[in-house]
């Protein structure tokens, strides 16, 4: 197993030189010049050129590049042009608010769709499964910008008792921080809880169609140790594939979320940054999640032999 | 020095408009929460300063001069002005007691410590190009020498656009966006969280200009009546609306038109518009053809419909107006008013078969921005009405801006002046004149000589007459189609007493709860 790991350890650096390639080249290739941008309408030509050699936009691809690759190696991710701080330091300010909306999404999304998906497969074909599935498909369906924007008008407005948006760090107290995430934080999830809902119903319906289970019943075994135990263990192969996918569309697909509830993210900043051409904030972002990816599913490969010991990977 | 002309200055603090909140009893104390369309990426006192960024700014700094309810130069914390009959010397004398927020007492040394900081890294440091000196002859006295006379030198040292914000000397030699926001504004700083929100506290020690009687645009005479201000940036619309709806803030600003139509029914909720807050305009490329042609230009002049035009841009918040800047500036004039908003297809195409144009493809460069892709479509359904070929093509701003800064690819193109129709006059230069022009416009000697008078006379009524015709020429020869004033509108709480809304900014001064 750690040999596995170095390996995809190494892997990663791999793919993340690929991705700052990518990621670089793209904005280079996008039309839009932030010096212009910075300038503003009929700027002068000394003006435009004074920001570009201040921001060494000015230098050839390949020297801008090698720069890039430099810093790296250092752990530099470059100075924003447009928040004139370290890309670094501005990704670290949001990342709070992301992984806090992240991750109480997440967990939304685990409790109700797994438990929504066993359900569903267990009363497979009543009315109960019809209702969930249905759930689901308009989970999956409903735009989450409206769905926020419900959300804030009936339990913001209407009922008055959450806030309407903005994130309360846990400093201002654990009440103040969970009730600004709520919201948020079902938005984001109610696509994603339907997904899980499917697979793991798909799952669970196929597992509990296994000759063991007919064994397991024929045992007697309880229902709790025959579901609990000899099903759920089967079915997580599958739904933790997808949670790590999950997960990292959650860190990375916040962006209309944290617009509609004025959450100070690394989604926000980003799509700023895209609208001002902040090259190296945008290069930045893209390998951070990049890498938050590539992580997450090496986590995901070594939960998979944790519970399937027939998974090994030496 | 000769003085032949000595500004005094105090009396033309006396027209400010202070007189709504006399009828109403103000009351001290609570917090003020805002809910602003967006944030700023820089709170540096010395950078660029977007109408958003100056409502987090002005609360906080102040300078030498500022600009008065219609964008005109008023002092704040120089008291008097003496400028030399050459143009040459402006010799400030400085309010005295003026308290930094950090109780150190203003003087001649923290100003020029500060100017000399925007003359570092303000994007508008070209406004000090001209200067050769400054000088603190005692601690209450600042004089500026240029090389060369710069009738608009006091414009641009008054400017909001970037604005000379004097902070303590030791302050002024950190880095862009290294300073500890400490000015002598009549709020202290809180904290700045980007994209999510700022604190503003009541600065006790302010020293508010005691020869005003009153507030008068980003000058005057200024009270804080709250103990604090949150200004929470909530970019979505309909979110901001709804914080509004549920009392988890007393003020927002850009309320959509459908929603206001809606709050006008909640006893609770008042609007407040902005009757001008930016200028949409359609600029045309002279450098490419078919609009190379000064008479496809006319003939694109002619067609529109600024009624039309305008009604989808603001949803009903706007003015029509000709001229370059908002009604009520001195600079305001009936230069070119007779070719705005003709509205004519007929005249338009006589105009068009008259200059030779063949139907060659007019491309239209629209920003990805709401009002600009309404006014964009219906801009191109009117033209094409008149004969004309547009293309429309949709983009992102930063590709607008970047295509619109070379001569090729497109024609025609969307944008919105902000603060030059403001600041006054002075603000178009670069737009109009010189190798970078909007219009891309070379050689027009017309345009250029009548800039040369504007720079060169320190007789107003001489750039008055220069200025209209700048005005005149940019339409006759097409430089930019005006298309209207466009205003905002805010909406506040009915518990927020004594708002007044203003085209600088977003003011929290002289506003309390009830």
Known sequence: MGRYIAHRLATTVVVLVVVSFISFSIMQLVPGDPAIIMAGLGASGDQVQRIREQFGLDQPFMFQLARWYGGLLVGDLGESITLSRPVIQALAERAPATLALAGVALALTLAIGVGAGVIAALRQNSWIDRLVMAIAVFGVSVPSFWLGLLFIIVFGVMLDVLPTGGYAPLAEGFTAWIKSLILPAVSLALLQIGLLARITRAAMVDVLQQDYMRTARAKGLPDWVRIGKHAFINVLVPVVTVIGIIFGLMLSGSVVIETVFAFPGIGRLMANAILTRDYPVIQGGLLVTAFAFVLLNLLVDVFYSWIDPRIRYD | ?514
Request: with cysteine; charged share 20%.
């Open chain 2, 1 to 514: 020095m000769m003085k032949l002309r000595k500004l005094l200055i105090a009396g033309l603090c006396l027209s400010v408009v202070s007189m709504p909140m006399l009828a109403e009893a103000q009351k001290k104390g609570g917090e003020i929460l805002v809910g602003m369309y967006v944030g700023a990426n820089s709170i540096d006192p010395h950078f660029s300063a977007s109408y958003p960024t100056r409502t987090m700014l002005y609360p906080l700094y102040e300078t030498l001069f500022t600009v008065g309810e219609t964008g005109t130069p008023i002092p704040m914390l120089a008291e008097e002005l003496a400028i030399s009959a050459d143009g040459l010397t402006y010799d400030f004398k400085l309010r005295q007691g003026v308290k930094f927020h950090n109780g150190k007492t203003m003087t001649a040394e923290d100003v020029k410590a500060s100017l000399e900081r925007y003359a570092r890294f303000s994007p508008d440091r070209i406004s000090f190009a001209p200067v050769t000196a400054i000088e603190t002859p005692d601690p209450y006295r600042v004089v500026i020498r240029l090389k060369e006379v710069s009738p608009s030198f006091l414009d641009r040292l008054a400017s909001p656009t970037s604005p000379t914000s004097i902070i303590p000397s030791e302050q002024a030699s950190r880095e862009l966006n290294k300073t500890d926001n400490i000015g002598t504004g009549p709020f202290r700083f809180g904290e700045w969280v980007p994209d999510s929100h700022m604190t503003l506290e009541r600065f006790d020690g302010y020293s508010p200009n005691m020869k005003a009687t009153g507030p008068d645009g980003f000058g005057g005479r200024k009270t804080v009546w709250a103990d604090r201000v949150r200004l929470r940036f909530l970019p979505e619309a309909s979110a901001r609306v709804a914080a509004l709806e549920s009392g988890q803030v007393h003020f927002i600003e850009d309320v959509p038109q459908p929603s206001v139509k809606r709050l006008q029914g909640n006893a609770k909720i008042a609007i407040e518009n902005l009757a001008a807050f930016q200028m949409p305009v359609v600029y045309l490329n002279h450098a490419l053809a078919p609009t190379n042609n000064v008479g496809v230009r006319r003939a694109i002049q002619a067609a529109l419909d600024m009624d039309e035009v305008m009604l989808a841009a603001s949803g009903g918040v706007h003015k029509l107006n000709h001229a370059w800047v908002y009604d009520g500036n001195a600079f305001h004039n009936d230069g070119g008013k007779a070719l705005y908003n003709i509205n004519d297809a007929a005249k338009a195409k006589q105009i068009l078969k008259d200059s030779g144009y063949k139907g060659e493809p007019i491309i239209f460069n629209v920003a990805s921005i709401a009002w600009m892709q309404r006014v964009g479509v219906l801009v191109t359904e009117q033209l094409k009405a008149a004969g004309l070929n547009v293309e429309l093509r949709s983009m992102d701003w930063p590709t607008l801006a970047s295509m619109a800064n070379g001569n090729a690819g497109w024609n025609m193109a969307t944008s919105g002046f902000g603060s030059q129709p403001f600041v006054g006059a002075w603000s178009y230069q670069r737009l109009f004149v010189g190798e970078f022009n909007l219009a891309r416009a070379v050689d027009d000697k017309v345009m250029e000589e009548a800039w040369s008078r504007f720079n060169n006379s320190l007789d107003v009524e001489k750039r008055k007459a220069a200025w209209r015709d700048i005005q005149t020429r940019s339409y006759d020869q097409v430089y930019v189609v005006k298309l209207g004033d466009m205003g905002m509108s805010h909406a506040r709480s009915a518990q927020l007493k004594g708002f007044r809304a203003y085209a600088g900014a977003t003011r929290l001064w002289d506003t309390w709860l009830d």
